[in-house]
């Protein structure tokens, strides 16, 4: 890199992890007016309140903010060079537009990396130990139980329950209604019902109370009724299969993540939607530093009698009407038939477009 290069490149950090820095001031000031009863009520640690939640909770809205934070920093920046007539400067010394963008596209290319990172791996695992915090301190013990369960847990073997209850700490596990049932090809072999199921952690088996099995022949008639009070069984299946626990998807991993959505959809256990969702964003965030830089560049490069004010008005809402557009498309991908992929990089795809345009005609 050249001088310029590297004077470009230190602006836009500096600027980007500046705002940061404030972002996240505020943020953790809100929050904590809002949660501080509760940490009182619940009688939360103070290293527990500092180091487990709010250490944990910084990555968190610094990576969820980073887009609109990248198109802040770049106006902000670029628009005081502009009013300084640095970038005048630098283009009459024969530097074109195109290559002035090249120290932006370094400077989004390292916030992109940052993001993808601590989308994909990092705060994964910090969601696990700031959301077990709010689970135990801040949110109500009681997780939701899945309703009406139909999955295949193996080839030919299908589960069905009505109900499943459970406690966070995994202290209460049980099921009402179950039924499993085994086939060999499109024939009926077994049916096992059972009025209640409870899983014992520590032999890892399921018991099931009031039970009733059938066994067939191959012509489907019944030949052997079995009933019981208790059946111990080693099914093919985990409590957490049952478990809707609160925005599980985003203390995986991406590669926890696609394996599963794998799992998942070979079980044929419910909507993967939101874990797709989860994967496809954290690919595309990264990619709109690219696009929102892209935008800032072209709109605060020019010297404008109106100052600074007039492109961060300008750039926040387009930074909103990113945010709000991927908010909508996602929900339509969840409740609706828009595809997941689709969904998370529509914004991506029209604020693309918008940018080249913009790009376009800045140099004129």
Request: hydrophobic letters at 45%; glycine letters at 6%; a positive charge.
């Amino acid at each position: 890199m050249k001088i310029l290069d590297k004077y470009i490149v230190k602006k836009f950090l500096g600027t980007y992890f500046f705002i940061v820095a404030i972002i996240l001031a505020i943020v953790i000031v809100f929050d904590l007016v809002e949660k501080v009863d509760d940490f009182m009520e619940s009688k939360a640690p103070l290293s527990a309140i500092v180091f487990d939640y709010y250490m944990n909770l910084c990555p968190y809205y610094a990576n969820m903010l980073s887009p609109l934070l990248v198109f802040i920093a770049v106006i902000f920046f670029t628009s005081k060079m502009a009013g300084q007539t640095e970038i005048i400067a630098i283009l009459s010394g024969g530097v074109s537009f195109r290559r002035l963008m090249l120290p932006y596209a370094i400077g989004a290319a390292i916030i992109a990396a940052i993001s993808f990172l601590l989308g994909s791996y990092v705060i994964p695992l910090a969601n696990r130990t700031r959301i077990h915090f709010e689970n135990v301190y801040v949110k109500s013990k009681k997780q939701t139980g899945l309703a009406n369960i139909h999955m295949q847990i193996s080839p030919g073997v299908y589960v069905f329950m009505w109900r499943y209850y459970s406690t966070t700490h995994g202290s209460y596990e049980r099921g009402e209604d179950f039924d499993i049932e085994r086939f060999d090809g499109k024939n009926l072999v077994s049916r096992l019902q059972a009025r209640r199921v409870n899983y014992d952690s520590l032999t890892c088996k399921w018991k099931l109370r009031d039970y009733t099995k059938w066994d067939f022949e191959a012509d489907g008639i019944c030949h052997t009724i079995t009933k019981g009070e208790e059946l111990d069984s080693a099914i093919n299946m985990r409590p957490s299969d049952f478990k809707k626990e609160r925005k599980s998807y985003e203390m995986m991993t991406s590669a926890e993540l696609v394996e599963h959505i794998q799992e998942l959809n070979e079980r044929n256990v419910g909507n993967t939607e939101e874990f797709s969702i989860e994967l496809y964003k954290r690919r595309a965030t990264p990619f709109a530093s690219f696009i929102l830089t892209l935008i800032g560049v072209s709109l605060s490069s020019r010297k404008t009698r109106g100052g600074m004010g007039v492109y961060i008005g300008l750039g926040l809402i387009l930074s909103f009407t990113y945010i709000l557009f991927l908010t909508v498309s996602q929900t339509f991908a969840i409740n609706g038939d828009m595809n997941p992929l689709l969904a998370v990089w529509l914004p991506n795809i029209i604020y693309s477009i918008i940018g080249v345009v913009l790009y376009i005609k800045a140099p004129k």
